[in-house]
């Protein structure tokens, strides 16, 4: 099995051999838990000051919410709520890595010129033709992430015979058509919270180690998620400790990112999953 355990992000090797953190800065007025937060350039800093100061290594910033029912916005008004927040944080926190989570090619090359590190893209180049071909031309590593085949569909939910292998066979089309392009770097994301039974996305962290094969690293975004909170008749801010144990399982069996909202709990999360591993050493 290869197991690749760096990203070059800009000619910068970064090392995946301790799991990493990526804090979450949504430019939003309307996300689910974070909504109107941090959608000016003064909040964004100071957040992403907080999200660094606590743990995190990349920041994930996204100008458009993916909820169900969320507004949808074109790559013009992306691009006009970015302004100059993604060359302000790297201007701020040059050790900083910045992700930019769109799925137009167009704010990808505005995000290219600003200074981003990574490509975030929930749609897997399904929404956006170009896409594949410009993350081609940054070089920069891409977030390859699970999703229904269009933006009308990505929450409909979907009852899978076998999602791990559904997954797998998505993730085994889409890397070949990456890597074929060029793409050097890749990073798996399952897509938790898009289009999944609540019992899907149980187990798809039960068989966490299987996703992708152990070909590529892999991102977890549970950070808040409804299939976590609703069983439990909790808000999704109050699901901190049912969280932490699912990162923890997660990273048992091999991810490499986790992507949250709660960086400092996150982090606690890590610390005792590497002290657990170096003890077993």
């Known amino acids: 099995m290869i197991n690749y355990h760096s990203l070059n992000c800009n000619g910068k090797l970064i090392s995946l051999s301790t799991p990493k953190i990526m804090g979450i800065l949504n430019l939003t007025p309307d996300s689910f838990s974070d909504g109107g937060k941090f959608n000016n350039e003064k909040s964004a800093l100071l957040h992403a000051e907080k999200l660094l100061k606590e743990g995190a290594e990349i ?6 919410s993916t909820r ?3 507004e949808f916005l ?10 100059n927040i993604i060359s302000s944080v790297k201007k701020e926190f ?9 799925f137009y090619a167009e704010t990808v090359k505005f995000g290219y010129g600003q200074g981003i590190d990574l490509i975030n893209d929930i749609s897997g180049g399904q929404y956006d033709d170009n ?22 569909t990505m929450h409909d939910k979907v009852k899978f015979s076998d999602i791990t292998l559904a997954v797998n066979r998505y993730f085994s089309e889409k890397t070949a058509m990456l890597l074929e392009k060029g793409v050097k770097d890749i990073i798996l994301d399952p897509g938790f919270g898009f289009g999944k039974t609540v019992e899907d996305q149980m ?7 299987y996703l992708g094969f ?3 690293p892999l991102l977890i975004g ?18 901190n400790e049912e969280t932490q144990k699912l990162h923890m399982k997660v990273l048992q069996q091999g991810a490499k990112i986790l992507r949250v909202h709660d960086v400092a709990e996150a982090k606690k999360t890590i610390d005792m999953f590497l002290k657990v591993m170096n003890d077993e050493l």
Request: proline share 9%; charged share 30%; hydrophobic share 35%.
């Open 94 to 102: 040059p050790d900083a890595l910045v992700s930019l989570d769109t």
């Open 203 to 209: 187990k798809m962290i039960d068989e966490a180690k």
């Open 68 to 70: 169900p029912n969320a």
């Open 222 to 239: 549970i950070s808040r998620k409804s299939f976590i909170y609703k069983p439990l008749g909790k808000l999704p801010s109050d699901i």
């Open 214 to 216: 152990g070909k590529f």
């Open 59 to 64: 920041i994930d910033i996204g100008p458009q």
């Open 74 to 83: 074109k790559a013009k008004e992306e691009i006009r709520r970015i302004g």
């Open 131 to 152: 896409m594949f071909d410009t993350v081609a031309e940054t070089k920069l590593p891409y977030i390859l992430m699970h999703v229904n085949p269009s933006y009308k």
